[in-house]
């Protein structure tokens, strides 16, 4: 019988080789029951890799499964699900038509996962189990940990030491894509292993430099490849779904099936064609790492999308202490993205304190969430990073470097207004006439312009860069807002520039608003 107090709800997965549903009763992030788990095989992603669209027939067969999920919903009386899909629809060129019938045919309105989310829902709950091993004592808290979680789109490389991530990069060569690169009668060849392990090399060795300096000493191999690898090489994973393995027992597998064809995989191994199809690139993938890196151990873990994307459901709705702790993570690394540019720590800290000053005064006339002020503390960060470049137009700039990263723990529509904040901070009205407000959604506007209008006037206080405004405080006052702050010294060039720039704040919150001196 479920615990009352517990909260039951239901995930579903739409992914490249599988369909699969986790319910489970969340009570906290170490007490996750579950009630019922389905996993049916599919080959959608397959057919948009192959055709870069999923065909109407495979719509139809999707949609007739997802009614078969909802019908088990229905038996279980839970009323609180979420649907994800990741690369499948995320490739497919049709994917607009599909969320459609999708949503006609099965009443599912489904979220599409970009790739940076997908891995940073997947690092949440392996960052999580890692911790409890090291407060088990099993591992060093001091050493570095590399976690590599491949998907059907790309290979996720995350660097974790001392409780705190030092790197992330999401490499665009994952399975289905690296099958992808060649054609039906090259993977049918020979020569083919050879050929993806030398283009798998030229692919991923530029990230070899930047993680041989961390010295990773572990090793994580993620996802339900790794499950699968384990159980090539006669390994069965714990009830935590672990297995640390030695290189030599990884080297046997390869020298054995590292040559096979796929249907031959299938053969010697008895496993499906679409796992067939996805182990000898994850071997290769594997391969390649652990020649270029050198761990002391070889950790497996079997976490899945719908495992990871099921605890981090309920951690927030719970509003779990391990979220804090991950945007603590988030914004220091995209610090460390900044440092690789330009950046003033002082400065952004300064502007970090007066923008949190300025949303907390506007309390819920505000209409920020939490998660907006984050996206907005990341701006702060990574606002100077065009200088870099130029200091002639370096907004565009710095919009174009934070379009072309991949900032861990934020989607790319989010990536999308943290880029829009920096290209206005403080010049120009934003208007559609202009790409990076043109390319947002209209709620995403909105939060837009509100966190461009707090961006200006925090901007205007530290004009001159040497934090002469301290104990800054904000609230509404009837009409107005009034910001007060003490200062020893002369802050007449943020005065001015502060004057200058808090009409656009005046036009999106509807208030008057002052600076003034206690």
Not at 390 to 408: C, K, M, P, V
Not at 475 to 492: H, P, Q
């Amino acid at each position: 019988m479920a615990d009352t107090d517990a909260l039951i709800y239901g995930i579903i997965h739409i992914g490249s080789s599988n369909l699969s549903m986790r319910i489970v009763e969340y009570k906290n992030i170490n007490d996750i029951r579950i009630i019922e788990e389905v996993r049916k095989e599919t080959s959608f992603g397959e057919e948009v890799f192959l055709n870069k669209k999923l065909s109407f027939s495979s719509i139809r067969r999707l949609c007739d499964m997802l009614n078969g999920l909802r019908q088990l919903l229905n038996d279980y009386r839970v009323k609180d699900y979420k649907v994800y899909a990741t690369a499948v629809l995320r490739e497919a060129e049709n994917w607009r038509p599909i969320l459609d019938l999708i949503r006609v045919n099965t009443g599912f309105l489904v979220d599409v996962v970009d790739m940076p989310q997908e891995i940073y829902y997947k690092h949440f709950l392996l960052q999580h189990h890692m911790k409890q091993l090291i407060l088990e004592k099993k591992y060093d808290p001091a050493d570095s940990f590399l976690f590599i979680d491949i998907t059907s789109g790309c290979v996720g490389m995350t660097v974790w030491k001392n409780g705190a991530l030092q790197y992330q990069h999401n490499a665009h060569i994952g399975t289905l894509r690296l099958l992808e690169t060649f054609k039906a009668n090259q993977r049918d060849s020979r020569d083919f292993p050879f050929a993806m392990a030398e283009y798998l090399h030229t692919i991923l060795k530029p990230l070899w430099m930047e993680i041989h300096h961390y010295n990773p000493s572990n090793v994580i191999l993620s996802g339900r490849e790794a499950r699968i690898v384990a159980s090539l090489m006669n390994f069965k994973m714990d009830e935590a779904g672990r297995i640390e393995i030695h290189k030599d027992s990884f080297q046997k597998l390869y020298e054995v099936a590292g040559f096979l064809s796929p249907s031959r995989i299938r053969q010697k191994y008895k496993i499906s064609e679409a796992w067939a199809m996805t182990v000898l690139p994850t071997i290769h993938i594997y391969k390649e790492i652990l020649d270029n890196v050198f761990p002391e151990h070889i950790v497996l873990f079997g976490t899945t999308f719908v495992e990871a994307v099921a605890t981090f459901y309920g951690a927030v709705r719970t509003k779990d202490t391990a979220l804090a702790y991950m945007r603590k993570q988030n914004i220091e690394l995209t610090r460390a993205i900044a440092k690789s540019y330009y950046y003033e720590p002082m400065h952004a800290e300064a502007l970090e304190e007066y923008s949190h000053a300025i949303i907390s005064g506007l309390g819920k006339k505000s209409g920020l969430t939490e998660r907006d002020e984050v996206l907005l503390r990341m701006a702060i960060i990574l606002y100077q990073v065009g200088k870099y470049v130029n200091l002639l137009n370096s907004q565009e700039h710095a919009w174009n470097i934070i379009r072309g990263t991949d900032i861990f723990g934020i989607s790319d529509k989010e990536k999308d207004i943290v880029a829009c904040i920096v290209y206005y901070d403080h010049k120009r009205v934003p208007g559609d006439e202009e790409e990076p407000f043109r390319v947002l959604s209209d709620l995403a506007k909105i939060v837009a312009l509100k966190l461009i209008a707090v961006f200006r006037l925090a901007r205007a206080m530290d004009m001159s860069r040497c934090q002469k405004m301290t104990d800054v405080n904000a609230r509404v006052s009837g009409a107005s807002f009034l910001i007060e702050y003490d200062s020893k010294e002369s802050t007449a060039l943020e005065t001015w520039i502060f004057e200058k720039g808090k009409e656009l704040f005046e036009n999106v919150y509807g208030l008057e608003v002052k600076l003034e001196r206690r």
